[in-house]
């Protein structure tokens, strides 16, 4: 099946850092990727969609400024938390359709200390 | 907003049994997912249903898009120890390609 890539797998920063996370869609292209967060024993929520060549859609909620996102090739979407905080930490998945489905990236663990 | 209820939250079962989750929804779905996502991992595909009605196996799980294009059931026969994980169920809609996920059932197996 189609493979999602992330990186890096785990960040530990400190308060006020700037954390890039990178997605990459293996062996197709991807013009649309989505961001999730998910905090412990939760589901996955929707972030934003990552748009290849235009601005991302951020949902209800999500600070855009705070959550940047680049789709910067057809195989490379960027997420950065910028000024992070503690409350920021969370583990961060990707996720990128196929004209069939959707798969999903193996996610990053993030720890703003 | 769309909202997807799975139940149940969490079974605690013996090797060798059978399973059965469930999503319920008010809205449509075009599409529903059923992913395993492991202790720390990103969520891994097992079934893909597109159609209302749609029945669809994958060894020993059998998943069924609902009549009425709202529900979906996940069934693991003959559970294994490696079955432990937690379940999503997630229905798209539309084109966008984005996916609404159920709360999550979580699954152990008692060997």
């Known amino acids: 099946g189609a493979v999602v890539s992330q990186h890096p797998s785990r960040v530990i920063c400190k308060s006020g850092t700037s954390v890039k996370i990178e997605c990459r869609s293996l062996d197709f292209q991807a013009t649309t990727m989505f961001w999730y967060r998910q905090f412990p024993k939760q589901s996955l929520m929707l972030m934003a969609t990552?748009?290849?060549?235009?601005?991302?859609?951020?949902e209800q909620g999500v600070e855009k400024d705070k959550f940047l996102i680049n789709h910067a090739s057809l195989t490379l979407s960027t997420l950065t938390v910028t000024s992070a905080h503690p409350e920021d930490s969370s583990f961060y998945i990707c996720?990128?359709?196929?004209?069939?489905?959707?798969?999903f990236g193996p996610g990053t663990r993030l720890l703003v200390l | 907003g769309q909202q997807l209820n799975q139940s149940p939250q969490s079974m605690f079962i013996q090797e060798g049994e059978d399973v059965s989750m469930n999503c319920t929804s008010s809205s449509i779905f075009n599409t529903w997912l059923w992913y395993k996502q492991d202790p720390g991992e990103g969520p891994v595909l097992l079934i893909a249903l597109y159609k209302a009605g749609e029945l669809t196996s994958n060894g020993r799980l059998t998943a069924q898009f609902g009549i009425t294009r709202k529900d979906s059931f996940l069934n693991i026969s003959a559970s294994i120890p490696s079955d432990v994980g937690i379940y999503f169920c997630a229905g798209g809609t539309g084109n966008t390609g984005k996916l609404i996920f159920g709360q999550g059932t979580t699954l152990q197996v008692k060997p």
């Open positions: 996720s990128a359709p196929t004209r069939e489905t959707q798969y």
């Open positions: 990552s748009n290849e060549g235009s601005k991302a859609t951020y």
